[in-house]
Structures are given as structure tokens and as C-alpha cells.
Nanobody, 120 residues
Framework: QVHIVESGGGLVQPGGSLRLSCAAS????????MGWYRQAPGKQRELVAL???????NYADSVKGRFTISRDNAKNTVYLQMNSLKPEDTAVYYC??????????????WGQGTQVTVSS
């Protein structure tokens, strides 16, 4: 079984910063792509940023230059540093991990989400 746990959300003023963390644990053999998605009220879930196990990254145009995704492969953890936050960044942020377990089996696993609210 695989568990994905996010942390670091909260309330921040426009222009402020937050750092999200996401740790994958359980019967893991290897974690491949890890990513952050977000879903605002009344909108579909959208990709924010992805990072491969090689370190290659991909960002949504709306966050380029403001957000940075990174990972610690030894800890199966991914981070999202969010700077210059805007009210339109307000959403529930979800972590996703592509995992091969020790069984072995492959799967995409989601965390429970963490709320980010940008407001004055």
C-alpha cells in the first residue's frame, strides 16, 4: 500500500510565499514522476508542475517564474516553492506520484489535498 501526504498549505497575502511538501511512503520500490495539481472551486483540476525522477521539470504557463518544483529521491518527497502568490492561485493543491511497488505493481497515487488561500 502507498500513502501520499501533503503539508504546507495555508492563508497568505498576495505577493507572499508558501512551500508545499509531499511525501510518498509504504511498499515502494521506486517513485517516478511526481507532480502538483490544483483545483479551484467550480473548476477542473489542472496541472501545476511535474518533476521526473531524472530531475526534468515542466510547469503550467500561469506559474512559470513564480513556482519551483524540486524533489528528494532518497526521501520520496516532492516540494513546491510558491512565490509572488496571486489570489488566482487559491485552490486545493494535490500531490500525485507514479509509483512502482514492491509487489510489483504500478499506479498513480493522490494525496488528500492541502488548501492554499491567497487573500488580503
Amino acid at each position: 500500500q502507498v500513502h501520499i501526504v501533503e503539508s504546507g498549505g495555508g492563508l497568505v497575502q498576495p505577493g507572499g510565499s508558501l512551500r508545499l511538501s509531499c511525501a510518498a511512503s509504504g511498499s515502494i520500490f521506486r517513485v517516478y514522476t511526481m507532480g502538483w495539481y490544483r483545483q479551484a472551486p467550480g473548476k477542473q483540476r489542472e496541472l501545476v508542475a511535474l518533476i521526473l525522477d531524472s530531475g526534468s521539470t515542466n510547469y503550467a504557463d500561469s506559474v512559470k517564474g513564480r513556482f519551483t518544483i524540486s524533489r528528494d529521491n532518497a526521501k520520496n518527497t516532492v516540494y513546491l516553492q510558491m512565490n509572488s502568490l496571486k489570489p488566482e492561485d487559491t485552490a486545493v493543491y494535490y500531490c500525485n506520484a507514479a509509483v512502482v511497488t514492491v509487489l510489483p505493481s504500478r499506479g498513480n497515487y493522490w494525496g488528500q489535498g492541502t488548501q492554499v488561500t491567497v487573500s488580503s
